[in-house]
């Protein structure tokens, strides 16, 4: 077995060069792309066959060294002016090779020798060449590889004096060369919206980015586990819709040239999921993508990811037991805790039972018990105290609302259903047996913001006519009267008859921001939305 045991066991660092003005560096790399390419190298790759990744082979090399009973342990430290020990023997092992590709990330060289860093998809892990075993030509060219290029290389793995699994380089082979450096000091650029701009930079350098995903992906992967084993079935439904129904929400309009008439990207899919209950699936949900031509922030972005879950004969609270299931089942599984921290650092606890409040109570728990019953003027008066924006051609339930987005929302931390929304406010829900003013739905606020609304489903077609008949009055003038449009179809639909039903909304990009802490949304969407660089 090689080994690198005539090698220091930490390799000296590179001197550091003059910095190059990025125009030069450009122009240095397509100068080398065309010497390498005159020379008859292939600088753009071709299929590597028997690839592992570089945590496999990490993986696979400890086990060999459990099986053998071997322990590496750290050397004793060095006092200063003593001797460098010589390395200990190593044990004979199986031999392990690998082959293995990804981006060149650091380079030391050694004389005759090299260590390099290679990053591929499962992280990173030490090379090792030697001239006298690739021999001076391909020594050459591996030594003449910029940082940032792909390589494929091959050899044996072992692990060096100081306790770095290595792979002693046999061969290799250039996959792609960077035509341009890669970002010395990213994590210090202070121009944050570059990071989202240029997402696959950010990926590339940046290990808290690529995990974030991971996350995301592991996340939706146990999310659709959870459902499929409670027996619901996934489904898709249209995202260009002839109307844009299901929330009330600026649309994004476009125009369907064959049908020759204007269509909308949906910006809920509820109404098309309520009409598979009325055609006998009795389970369902859609991960899907929504769209609202509104406006951007750290919790909103236009495009974003939502599941919706509809379950027929369940009702609001069968849905706050599925959501407080799902989270905590997610939080276990993906983060391995219940307990998480916001970007902030405060520790949110999912233990259940969570929080449940009413929304005339926590309004009451603000403003005081006699808010409802206080004259209008009064209730202008005092939100303007609080410096919100109100006016007095505003009803009571706006003014209501407002405070309680503005100001009760906020700094709902722990996990709480906030619970009877007045009727007004949810047209879809349906209204409570013991209060028809308010509506058997709940919204489930952490960290201050919404992440996910939950009805008792509203299935009385005639009811339900009149409350989008209101809404479709009360949105008129506004920029959502395009979402307060009557879907006929949908409505001579639940005239064939919808069973009783529970249903849900979960904003995935803000659950993912939960559990993973992140500060904005942007952190969790992969290409968020920007304005496009002229």
Known sequence: MSTASDQPAT???????????????????????????????????????NLVSSAATRAQYEAVETAAGVVWTPPPPRQPGQPKPEAPPQAQLPEVRAVLAGRIMIMRLMGKALFADLKDAAGRIQLYAQKNVLGDEAFASLKNLDLGDLASVSGTVFRTHAGEITLK?????????????????????TDVEQRYRQRYVDLIVNDEARQ??????????????????????????PMLQPLAGGAAARPFRTHYNALDC??????APELYLKRLLVGGFDKVFELNRNFRNEGMSRRHNPEFTMMEVYQAYGDCSTMMELVESLVTHLAET?????????????????QRPWRRATYRDLVMEKMGAGWFEAAHAEKVTRAQQLGLKVFPDWSDLEITHEIYEKTIEHSLIQPTFVT?????LVPLARRAADDPSVVDVFELEINGQEIAPGYSEN????????????????????????????????????????????????????????????????????????????
């Open 212 to 237: 974030m995903f991971r996350v995301r992906a592991n996340i939706l992967r146990e999310l659709r586990n959870f459902l499929g084993g409670r027996g619901f079935m996934e489904v898709e439904t």
């Open 334 to 350: 993906v983060l391995g805790s219940l307990v998480i921290k916001n970007s902030e650092g405060v520790e949110i606890s999912l």
């Open 420 to 424: 009877r929304l007045p009727a007004e």
């Open 262 to 267: 204007p269509m909308f990207l949906r910006i």
């Open 459 to 534: 299935n009385d077609a005639v009811d339900q006519r009149g409350r989008f008949e209101e809404q479709a009055r009360r949105t008129q003038g506004t920029v959502e009267e395009e979402s307060g449009h009557i879907d006929e179809d949908f409505l001579t639909a639940l005239e064939y008859g919808m069973p009783p039903a529970g249903g849900m909304g979960i904003g995935i990009d803000r659950l993912v921001m939960l559990l993973t802490g992140a500060a904005s949304i942007r952190d969790v969407i992969l290409f968020p939305q920007l304005r496009p660089q002229v």
């Open 11 to 49: 390799p000296a660092a590179p001197a550091v060069a003059p910095a190059v003005p990025m125009h030069d560096q450009l122009a240095q790399r397509r100068q080398k792309l065309a010497d390498l390419q005159a020379a008859g190298v292939n600088t753009w790759g071709r299929r590597v066959d």
């Open 169 to 189: 380089i046999e061969q290799f082979e250039m996959q792609s060369k960077a035509l341009r450096p890669l970002p010395e000091k990213w994590h210090g650029l």
